[in-house]
């Protein structure tokens, strides 16, 4: 397997580690003012995600190191033509990390509403426009010969990404449902975000299978085997997981929808490969995992820079999720 | 129009970012330092030092960090043809950034947050020493990146675009080797004299004597070695940098001509469209002494560095802006200087600090000092790399994002600069409300806060 390839399948396990990873807590951030009614509660709902979300956050800004490193050319294409949609996330992602730090500071319902609000409008709007983003992956994106982007802003903005980002919304809303069901140990929080899982759950599987079907038809999710493969391993995994977020074994039904959002990341990579930006004006202008990489020299050192450290970071988020694994309660609020 | 806004976002951001890291950088370690304190001794009142500091780290922290982000996305949004340029090289220490450092800072600063109860003691220390070398070891790293655009290493131009050659190269580039203790030491005295003048304001208001005398002695301490190294690699950093990038240090200087002894400008009114200063204060041989260590010793001026860079890379006007670095300079400078003689003040003081009413009165004002010394140390370092975006190699105007129209920028201009501002009004108030407070009133755990509101 030769480095560009292997580059790739990196760069989308990094995208499977954040969209995982930062689901959940997108998730949990949305429904903080949903799901917590007093001041209380919703410190608990905030708590349950407390010492993870900043370690989550890193697998975006790796993933962006990842492609700046690997592939130059994926890097300023995709940042500079989709400029407006990647500032709101910056933005959002600005506001969302200083409303957890800035919450708890001042003992006033005001100044809390304000930071409980601004952490599910800065959760949602990047749930949402991900979902867009990923779209475009697989439609393609008008790219010229020089590669550069030739599109604007409403260009991204068609029925098939808005569905998308629709999806990706409400599988990670229904993600951090589960996950708020697993770790809160609060049981007015766990009614609301077993309820609210249990509803969106069905929602997301009625979206997702129009979605999938529009794929189907309109991009080339039905030439790729991998894609097939991975989308149909991705929907058997969402009804099981709603399945059982319906029977209450929320533990299953966690580690189910991490599949499905890992496969339905694989579709999408799987779908573009050996793409990286498909080119909707003429194919032979597309971004791929050859021209638009770095130099073999690089790519080896980073192969063995992220070889090494990799893994090492695995052990100790895994540890850090075996610290905290215990349900979060209100008698028991450390922060 | 699409170059002035985007310098300006890339300034602008850069600008905010770096207020708020080497607080972080230099607070990180002292915290650390005062924890081990706690875990050697048994002492609460350490572990109250720890709470007090780490509160406020924390609360400085999460800015630098969001702040952050955009630095890491900005250069393909804005700079995509810098991107496409040097990405074989640049793209590699940013994502060894983030694979070596911020994983280990953002995992661990949460495990360090929410772990007090339930590590064990000497676990709970390993975490935020590990958050105080992960931040410094990130900074390792964004160096590495920014030093090969101030002298570029360890690459060929391979069909139009520069690729890394040489690894080992481009990490012991002379440039970074300099760049970074002198960055390091910055915030490690950012870090002291936080908590020096923090302490002076509780000192002064005669409350928490013990506690803060304590903390002004771990501030004393570190304020003086971190200003010492500071100055005196700054100084050694200086004179290399006449050798690497002598057109930066001639702009540094206002001058203009070369000379031989070299005369020490003190005050200038630049006149940088005639190339020549309209009035000069100075001190004679003494560009050169700085410059070599002797009072003799040529010292290019910025004229003949034109020439040579036009004869180098054709016609253009290769000068940098002249007065931001000449003025750059000297505040960096002159912080720099009254910091140590602060620093040296506070070392011989620290025993009976209490008594020292006026010095009290000083050391709170004094906290701003290295924030000056950070933000115009790092205007020098990047207006004196200008009209150049990598030394020597790329131009600002070959670097800019060609399909990005002005409208975005602005846009994307205007919003940073206005949630960044309220952002940094709201930290600074919380910061500045949470260092008034006394210590004893920190162990009100945010628990009780649920009957707040129904």
């Known amino acids: 397997m030769d480095l560009n390839i292997l580059w790739f399948i990196l760069v989308c396990v990094l995208f499977i580690g954040f969209f995982f990873l930062e689901g959940f807590d997108y998730g949990v951030g949305m429904l903080t003012p949903f799901a917590g009614k007093t001041d209380g509660e919703r410190r608990v709902i905030i708590n349950t995600i407390g010492p993870f979300w900043d370690g989550n956050e890193v697998w975006l ?43 708890g500071k001042v003992a006033s319902p005001a100044w809390r509403k304000f930071w409980d609000w601004a ?153 573009m490969f050996p793409n990286v930006m498909i080119s909707s004006l003429n194919p032979e202008w597309s971004l791929t995992i050859y021209n638009a990489s770095s130099s073999p020299y690089t790519l080896k050192i980073m192969t063995v820079v992220a070889l090494c450290l990799v893994p090492i970071i695995l052990i100790y988020q895994i540890m850090n999720f075996v610290i905290f694994k215990k349900r979060v309660t209100q008698d028991k609020l450390e922060y | 129009m699409e170059m002035v806004l985007a310098r300006i976002q890339f300034a602008a951001t850069s600008t905010y970012h770096f207020f708020f890291v080497p607080l972080t950088l230099g607070l990180a370690i002292l915290v650390a330092i005062i924890q081990t304190r706690y875990v050697r001794t048994g002492d609460e009142k350490y572990k109250k030092m720890t709470k007090f500091w780490g509160n406020l780290f924390l609360i400085n922290f999460a800015m630098g960090v969001v702040t952050g982000i955009v630095q890491e996305f900005q250069f393909g949004m804005n700079w995509s043809g810098y991107s496409r340029y040097v990405g074989d090289i640049f793209g590699a220490p940013l994502a060894v950034e983030a694979l070596l450092a911020f994983f280990i800072e953002s995992t661990f600063i949460g495990i360090w947050i929410f772990g007090w109860e339930r590590l064990g003691k000497k676990a709970h220390l390993a975490c935020i020493w590990l958050v105080a070398i992960a931040t410094n070891l990130s900074s390792v790293w964004i160096l590495i990146a920014n030093s090969f655009m101030q002298n570029p290493v360890g690459y060929e131009i391979v069909g139009g675009r520069a690729q890394m050659v040489d690894f080992p190269a481009l990490i012991t580039n002379s440039h970074f080797l300099y760049q970074f203790p002198h960055v390091f030491s910055a915030g490690l005295c950012t870090g002291a004299f936080f908590i020096m003048g923090i302490s002076a304001w509780h000192l002064l208001k005669g409350r928490d004597i013990d506690f803060f005398k304590t903390s002004f002695k771990y501030g004393a301490i570190a304020g003086f070695i971190a200003v010492i190294l500071v100055v005196g690699i700054g100084h050694f950093q200086g004179q290399h940098l006449v050798q690497e990038q002598p057109m930066k240090m001639a702009a540094a200087e206002a001058h ?31 560009l050169s002494f700085m410059s070599y260590n002797s009072f003799s010793g040529e010292v290019k001026g910025l004229n003949d560095l034109q020439a040579e860079m036009e004869t180098l890379h054709g016609p253009g006007d290769y000068i940098p802006p002249v007065a931001i670095n000449f003025w750059s300079f000297r505040l960096m400078v002159g912080a720099g200087m009254l910091m140590l003689l602060l620093a040296l003040l506070a070392l011989i003081f620290q025993g ?27 205007f020098l370092a990047e207006f004196g790399r200008q009209p150049w975006l990598v030394y020597n190699l790329q131009t600002l105007s070959e670097g800019i994002s060609t399909v ?44 009780k806060e649920g009957s707040l509101w129904i």
């Open chain 2, 256 to 286: 203009w001509e070369t000379s031989d002894p070299a005369d020490f400008i003190i005050f200038a009114g630049i006149d940088q469209e005639n190339r020549t200063n309209s009035a000069e204060f100075k001190i004679g041989g003494l």
């Open chain 2, 352 to 378: 009976k600090i209490e008594d020292k009413k006026v010095f009290l009165r000083l050391m709170p004002i004094a906290l701003f000092l290295p924030y000056i010394a950070n933000t115009f140390g790092w």
């Open chain 2, 404 to 447: 990005v129209p002005a409208s975005s920028i602005g846009i994307s201009l205007a919003g940073l600069v206005l949630v960044y501002t309220l952002l940094m009004i709201v930290d600074v108030y919380l910061l500045v409300a949470s260092a008034r407070k006394s210590p004893e009133l920190l162990d009100a755990p945010a628990g």
């Open chain 1, 61 to 103: 800004i790796t993933a962006g190191g990842a492609v700046f490193a690997a592939f130059p050319h994926w890097y300023a294409t995709l940042f500079s033509g989709f400029y407006l949609a990647l500032f709101v996330i910056l933005l959002a992602l600005i506001v969302r990390g200083v409303s957890f730090e800035f919450r």
């Open chain 1, 119 to 271: 952490i599910c409008v800065s959760s949602f709007l990047p749930a949402l426009l991900w979902g867009v983003a990923v779209s475009n992956f697989i439609t393609g994106v008008p790219i010229d010969a020089n590669m550069e982007y030739a599109g604007n802003f409403f260009t991204l903005l068609t029925p098939f990404t808005l569905l998308g980002g629709v999806v990706t919304f409400l599988l990670f809303l229904y993600h951090g449902a589960a996950f708020l069901a697993l770790k809160a140990g609060d049981d007015a929080v766990l009614e609301r975000a077993r309820g609210i899982g249990r509803v969106s759950g069905v929602v997301l599987t009625l979206v997702t299978v129009a979605w999938v079907a529009f794929a189907f038809f309109t991009t080339g999710l039905k030439s790729s085997p991998i894609a097939l493969a991975a989308v149909a391993i991705a929907a058997v995994a969402l009804v099981l997981s709603v399945i059982m977020a319906w029977t209450k074994r929320w533990g299953t039904s966690f580690i189910a929808s991490a599949v499905t959002i890992a496969f339905v990341t694989v579709t999408v990579f799987a779908a």
